[in-house]
């Protein structure tokens, strides 16, 4: 059996390549996704890739990823800096989690130096835009090796 990890994105990322190109990249997420699938398959796990723009149907799914995920990538977006909520859900997730941003959030407005899920992740990758997600992918196929 393939080992399956959820990869959830945050409010506003539906928008990317065109939502402030200069900080989020020019690529859209279905590219993003088409990117991560690949490598999801180069590593030989079975990827689920989401995004809401809905706080509850994020926790909703961190829920599900309990029964039907052996590892967690989430970039909680927005939601990072407000979300009692997610880190509340992650909190129960017993694999390893990896917040993942597309910018590093400490290089920009002081609202957004605080995270919600740093405290409950097993890493943080941010910074690297785009490719941090086939970064977050290589990562995680490595804690899941190790875990085995
Ligand atoms: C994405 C967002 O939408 C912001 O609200 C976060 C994160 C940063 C990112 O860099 O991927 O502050």
Redesign the pocket.
Same mark, same amino acid.
């Given at each position: 059996m393939p080992r399956t990890v959820f990869l959830l994105n945050? *409010?506003?990322?539906n928008l990317l390549g065109t939502?402030e190109p200069e900080?989020?990249g020019h690529e859209t997420l279905g590219d993003i996704e088409t990117m991560c699938a690949n490598r999801a398959a180069e590593h030989g796990l079975a990827l689920d890739f989401r995004q809401s723009n809905h706080e509850g149907e994020i926790v909703t799914w961190i829920q599900e990823a309990r029964l039907a995920a052996d590892g967690l990538i989430i970039? *909680?977006?927005?939601?990072?800096?407000t979300s009692v909520a997610i880190q509340d859900a992650l909190r129960m997730f017993e694999g390893p989690v990896i917040e993942?941003?597309?910018?590093?959030?400490h290089k920009?407005?002081a609202f957004?130096h605080h995270s919600f899920v740093s405290p409950v992740a097993t890493g943080v990758i941010?910074?690297f835009g785009p490719r941090?997600y086939a970064l977050a992918l290589d990562a995680m196929a490595t804690l899941l090796m190790e875990a085995d």
């Open positions: 945050g *409010p506003n990322l939502r900080i989020y970039n *909680p977006a927005a939601y990072t800096h993942l941003h597309l910018s590093n959030t920009r407005e957004r941010m910074g941090g």
